[in-house]
């Protein structure tokens, strides 16, 4: 968890501000990297975080990366990680998304249908560069406790296992995209090592089958992810303190090359590995009554953090207090706003906050995945906030996200 920086007092910070500790990126890393089997490959999914600095922490620290538009593919080339080291994926890709991808260099591709392996075919011949693609497996039962269901249930992602069963000419290699392996995610944010290491299991044994259905000799393993972190309230990541062991023993079992890397075996994440290096801090814009309740009024809302909350996907989000007057008693049952005009820009109902008066800054922790890139930013045009990057206790770079319309050819 990170800390306000040696160089910077609350009362001088610009607010709102988004801060990413880059030694944190690395403690995390380091964690992750321990809980899985070697030989094995981590692909930093994007998604999460798409700051350049973080990026290029994670490609340094050896992280591949896991891109799927783009924007997310410039990004990743920008920060450094070269194409060779991308894995495209997406239930959805534009042609033209494909080829500039192909274009860039990108040699893996993560593929959810037939059409898919056409798409990337057909793109690869016109450009006669020859891809890699993993096919996305949508497995048929959804897997025991994780947290968003991303299988077993009818979803875009992946081929559902029983059509490939069904149908197998169809996923075949094509001419120009060969069909190398498979791509298995079946939930998020899995704190429970028992349940993730079932997750795996069906994950390996599913891959094992349609392996031998297709009759392909697996080259890349892709088991997906699902490694916990906490989100905007404090906390520590989620250990895994005998996974490496058991998923050793679990692919010694059913793909014994592996440690030879026959196949390559990956995992993928997001959350776990920057979650906890962010911290956001802003302002209490106005404290009031309100039917007798306490209603506090941040300059951040679903703008800045957690743009789905309105969706009522997230949980709710208690703001710490960094920074405030230490008038009176904690208040209880406070309800807590961003600025937007909208009833869905809150925070909490009733949550327990400090005594906090206008001015105060207050800390939300553990911001470091789907934080600002995961907001609503363009809608109410505030100003983003500005993104701090802190290395080894200083601040090495700020830098602010701006929206502007531009003619469109
Ligand atoms: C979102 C996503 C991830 C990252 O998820 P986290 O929960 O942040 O680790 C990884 N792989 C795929 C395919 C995803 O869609």
Redesign the pocket.
């Known amino acids: 968890m990170s800390d306000l920086p040696d160089d910077i007092t609350a009362g001088a910070m610009a607010t709102p501000s988004y801060h990413y500790d880059l030694d944190e990126v690395r403690r995390s890393h380091a964690r992750l990297r321990a809980a899985l089997p070697e030989p094995s490959e981590v692909?930093y999914?994007l998604?999460?975080n798409p700051h350049p600095a973080i990026v290029s922490a994670l490609h340094t620290a050896g992280c591949r990366a896991?891109v799927?538009s783009p924007g997310e593919l410039q990004a990743a080339l920008d920060a450094g990680v070269p194409a060779g080291k991308l894995l495209y994926?997406g239930p959805g890709k534009q042609d033209r998304a494909v080829e500039d991808a192909v274009k860039a260099g990108v040699t893996e591709f993560?593929v959810d249908s037939p059409h898919g392996l056409d798409q990337l075919d057909e793109t690869a011949r016109r450009l006669d560069a020859p891809v890699r693609a993993v096919l996305?497996v949508n497995d048929s039962t959804p897997a025991p406790g994780q947290?968003l269901t991303?299988t077993g249930v009818a979803s875009p992602?992946g081929a559902d296992a029983e059509w490939i069963l069904a149908e197998p000419e169809r996923f075949r290699s094509r001419p120009m995209a060969r069909l190398v392996g498979f791509?298995l995610?079946m939930g998020?944010?899995v704190p429970d090592e028992d349940a993730l290491m079932a997750q795996f299991t069906q994950s390996a044994a599913t891959a094992r089958t349609l392996a031998d259905v297709l009759g392909i000799e697996v080259e890349l393993l892709d088991l997906?992810?699902?490694?916990?972190?906490p989100y905007a309230r404090e906390g520590e990541l989620a250990s895994y303190p005998t996974l490496a062991g058991r998923l050793a023993e679990l692919l010694d079992d059913g793909f014994p090359g592996w440690r030879e890397g026959r196949p390559a075996v990956a995992f993928?994440?997001?959350?776990?590995?920057v979650a906890t290096c962010g911290t956001l801090f802003t302002r209490v814009l106005d404290v009031k009554r309100s039917h007798g309740r306490r209603v506090l009024v941040l300059e951040s809302g679903i703008n800045h953090l957690g743009g789905m909350s309105g969706l009522r996907r997230l949980p709710q989000i208690a703001p710490a207090v960094l920074h405030g007057e230490p008038g009176g008693e904690p208040l209880a049952d406070a309800m807590v706003t961003g600025p937007l005009c909208t009833p869905l820009d809150t925070w909490a109902r009733a949550a327990e906050v400090a005594d906090v008066r206008p001015g105060d800054v207050v800390r939300v922790p553990n911001v470091g995945?789907?934080g600002l890139s995961a907001s609503l930013l363009a809608f109410l045009g505030h100003p983003a906030p500005v993104e701090v990057v802190v290395d080894g206790g200083r601040i090495v770079q700020e830098s602010r996200l701006t929206l502007q319309r531009q003619p469109s050819n």
């Not at 997906?224 to 972190?229: K, L």
């Open positions: 692909y999914s998604k999460a896991e799927c994926t993560s996305r947290g991303m992602f791509h995610y998020t944010n997906g992810g699902g490694f916990a972190a993928e994440s997001g959350r776990h590995l995945a789907y």
